[in-house]
């Protein structure tokens, strides 16, 4: 796997994360905002991890993909 590269393609992701959202707020503005927030921070995120799979992660060792995963699980949109 250490050749092949990953491209995620933003839209689908954050499309994705949006539609398995579970929107409910006091009113449509709320609940569009929410919506909102998640696909911006969701895009964002995959740019951002398609930026780097493009430029190190032919550099990464196995050990250091995991590494990687696990900071990424960490990260929190709060």
Do not use: W
Request: aromatic share 8%.
């Amino acid at each position: 796997m250490a050749d092949k590269k990953i491209k995620i393609d933003p839209t689908e992701f954050a499309l994705a994360v949006v539609s398995g959202s579970n929107l409910n707020a006091a009113d449509d503005v709320r609940a569009s905002k929410d919506g909102l927030k998640r696909y911006l921070s969701a895009y964002l995120l995959i740019e951002e991890f398609n930026q780097l799979e493009s430029g190190q992660f032919s550099l990464l060792k196995k050990s250091d993909l995991t590494l990687l995963v696990k900071a990424l699980e960490g990260i929190k949109f709060d």
